[in-house]
């Protein structure tokens, strides 16, 4: 069965370093989205991407996020000065069709220093 | 804005006694409804979904939730649990005008003694 893989699995970062993210989406999936998790907190809408733009996205999606499909197979999202608060699991998803489930990746644990 | 509550954070249960999770949501117009299951170490997957029609679905594993729009339910059920149903799960709503963004509740993890 086609799944989404995320890479790194774990990041550990300084506070005010740039991360980047990756996911590799189903293959023939159009729409990409991004979800964070603070520990013990719930899941949280990031940003939605389909035809290389952005969709929609939520309010915790400020200027220091941005997310691109550099090479038209993975999906990234850049987190330009990370924060102590930035410390969270990361999960990307992707779906086929619109109106369809999210496929989810197993998430990207980011620690911040 | 949209917010999804399941009022049951830890729940405990033998081997085959019966299942209940409750998720409750605050929109009142046309929703699009989930169940997210995370067993330790993986990553979500897909339980069941409710976009319309029969408002009692059918999930994998034996899981079911039925849709009561008048109480903005869709709870999780299953007949009798199993060992292997530990796992945290995830209610999740997406309004059908906004996109596919979903918003989650808060989870419930439930353990299942055997």
């Known amino acids: 069965e086609p799944e989404v893989t995320q890479t790194p699995s774990h990041q550990v970062t300084q506070m005010g370093q740039e991360v980047i993210l990756r996911c590799v989406p189903i293959?023939?999936?159009?729409?990409f989205y991004w979800y964070r998790q603070i520990l013990g907190q719930k899941v949280e809408f990031l940003v939605s991407?389909?035809?290389?733009?952005?969709?929609?996205k939520s309010e915790i999606f400020d200027d220091q996020f941005s997310v691109e499909r550099p090479d038209g197979s993975n999906f990234t999202l850049k987190i330009r000065s990370t924060k102590l608060e930035d410390s969270a699991m990361y999960f990307c998803?992707?779906?086929?069709?619109?109106?369809?489930?999210?496929?989810f990746g197993p998430g990207t644990r980011l620690t911040v220093l | 804005a949209q917010s999804v509550s399941q009022h049951n954070h830890h729940v405990i249960l033998s081997e085959a006694a019966s299942l209940e999770l409750g998720c409750n949501y605050s929109?009142?117009?046309?929703?699009?409804l989930f169940w997210y299951v995370q067993y330790p170490g993986q990553h979500l997957q897909l339980l069941l979904k409710?976009?319309?029609?029969?408002?009692l679905v059918k999930g994998i594993k034996g899981f079911e939730a039925e849709f009561i729009k008048s109480k903005f339910s869709f709870n999780l059920r299953k007949p009798s649990v199993q060992w292997s149903d530990t796992a945290e799960y995830f209610c999740?709503?997406?309004?059908?005008?906004?996109?596919?963004?979903?918003?989650f509740g808060g989870g419930t993890t439930l353990m299942v003694k055997p």
């Open positions: 998803a992707t779906i086929g069709t619109f109106y369809n489930e999210q496929f």
């Open positions: 293959s023939n999936h159009l729409y």
């Open positions: 991407f389909y035809n290389n733009e952005i969709s929609e």
């Open positions: 929109y009142g117009g046309t929703v699009n």
């Open positions: 409710y976009f319309s029609g029969d408002p």
């Open positions: 999740a709503v997406n309004e059908d005008n906004a996109g596919n963004m979903l918003t």
